[in-house]
C-alpha cells in the first residue's frame, strides 16, 4: 500500500507518514521498483497504534521508546498518564479559579489585577508571615473578593493570620456571611469553628441569623462561640448556653459578661436570668461550679443580685459565704439606692 492510499485511509497526512518515518517511529517495510515507500498491513496497525497513544497525550519520542521496548506494559504507562492528566487538571483548575476571583472584583485596570494576584500568591505561601503580610498590605487598588477571603478563612491554621483575615473579611463587606454558610455546614468541626468566628466579626442580621444556627452546633466550641458572639448582640437565644459555660466553663467570665449586659438593657431577661442562676445555685452542690455562679451574680443588676448574694453569705460552704459577702460589699458602694 502506498502512502498516498495509506493516508487516506488512516487520516494522518502524507507529511506526517514521512516525519514518522524519518524519526523510525514508522518504516514503510518496503520500497516500489520506483522508490516510493510501500507499507504492509503491519505497518498500517503500527501507524493506528501510534495515532492512538498520540491521542492519550503521549509526545513522539514517547511513543517510540514504548512501542519497541519488549518490557512495554499499558497498566505503568496509563497509571503514569492517570497522574499526569490529574496535575495538570489541578493547574488548570487553580488557573481557572484565580482567573474566576479576578473576575469577581471587577478589576478596573491593570494594578486591581496586579492586586489580586499579588494576594493570591501570598496567602498560598507556606510562611505564616508571608500571608499575613499580603492580607494587611494596603488595598488601595482594588476590592478583595469576600469569597477569595472566606476561602481562606476556612482554611488557615495559624491564629494571627486568621485574625488578619477575619478583619480583612469584615472590611471587604459584600456578601461575606453568605459566603460563609458552606463553611458553616462542613463536615470538619475545625473548619465550622473558622466560619463562626468569622461571622462572630460580622455585622448585619444574616450573620446574626447564621450565628443562632450555630447554638444548634454539635461540637461545644462551635455553641461557645456563636453563643458569647450573640450575647454581646443582645440575643437572646444564646441566654442557655452562656448559662451553661457559666456554670461548667469554659469561658465563663466572658458569659457571666454578655448575661450582665443583657440582664443591665431588659427587664423582663433580667429576672428571667436571675431565676437561671438561682436555679443553678439550688441544683448544684459542687464548690468550683457554686463559685462560678456566685461570681456572675457580680455582673447582674444589683438590684436584683443583692438579695440573693445576702442569702449566699450565710451559705454553708464558706468559700462561696466569703465570695458572696464581699460581693455585697462591692454593689452596695457601687449602688448605695440598691442596699435600702
Known amino acids: ?6 493516508a487516506r485511509r488512516s487520516g494522518v497526512s502524507a507529511r506526517m507518514l514521512r516525519h514518522y518515518d524519518s524519526l523510525g517511529l514508522v518504516r514503510p517495510t518496503g520500497r516500489t521498483v520506483g522508490g516510493y515507500r510501500e507499507y504492509t498491513p503491519e505497518d498500517v496497525r503500527r501507524i493506528f497504534y501510534v495515532e492512538g497513544l498520540r491521542s492519550l497525550g503521549l509526545s513522539l519520542r514517547q511513543i517510540g521508546r514504548t512501542l519497541d521496548d519488549p518490557g512495554f506494559t499499558p497498566a505503568a504507562l496509563v497509571g503514569d498518564l492517570v497522574r499526569q492528566s490529574e496535575e495538570r487538571l489541578g493547574r488548570e483548575r487553580e488557573l481557572l ?12 485596570g491593570w494594578p486591581d ?9 501570598g496567602l498560598a505561601s507556606p510562611s505564616a508571615a508571608r500571608r499575613q503580610q499580603a492580607v494587611m498590605a494596603p488595598a488601595e487598588a482594588a476590592t478583595v473578593p469576600a469569597e477569595l477571603l472566606v476561602k481562606a478563612v476556612l482554611g488557615e491554621t495559624d491564629p494571627n493570620v486568621a485574625g488578619a483575615l477575619r478583619w480583612a473579611l469584615a472590611r471587604a463587606g459584600g456578601d461575606g456571611a453568605a459566603s460563609l454558610a458552606p463553611g458553616l455546614a462542613d463536615a470538619d468541626a475545625d473548619v465550622r469553628r473558622r466560619a463562626v468566628g468569622a461571622l462572630a466579626e460580622l455585622a448585619g442580621d444574616e450573620a446574626t441569623a447564621m450565628l443562632t444556627g450555630a447554638l444548634g452546633d454539635p461540637d461545644a466550641a462551635i455553641r461557645r462561640r456563636a453563643a458569647l458572639a450573640l450575647g454581646a448582640r443582645g440575643v437572646t437565644a444564646a441566654v442557655p448556653t452562656l448559662l451553661g459555660m457559666v456554670a461548667h466553663g469554659p469561658n465563663d467570665v466572658e ?38 455562679l456566685v461570681q ?5 443588676p444589683a438590684a436584683l443580685a443583692l438579695p440573693l448574694l445576702r442569702d449566699l453569705a450565710e451559705d454553708e460552704e464558706r468559700p462561696v459565704a466569703l465570695l458572696a459577702s464581699a460581693l455585697v460589699s462591692v454593689l452596695t458602694a457601687g449602688h448605695p439606692s440598691a442596699d435600702r
Open 1 to 6: 500500500m502506498l502512502i498516498g492510499e495509506v
Open 97 to 108: 479559579e484565580r482567573l474566576r476571583t479576578v473576575d469577581a472584583a471587577g478589576p478596573a
Open 113 to 121: 489585577v496586579a492586586r489580586i494576584v499579588e494576594l493570591l500568591h
Open 255 to 292: 458569659a457571666a459578661e454578655r448575661l450582665g449586659a443583657m440582664a443591665q438593657n431588659d427587664p423582663e431577661w433580667a429576672g428571667r436570668i436571675m431565676a437561671a442562676l438561682a436555679g443553678e445555685l439550688a441544683d448544684t452542690r459542687d464548690p468550683a461550679v457554686r463559685l462560678r
Open 296 to 300: 456572675a451574680l457580680a455582673e447582674m
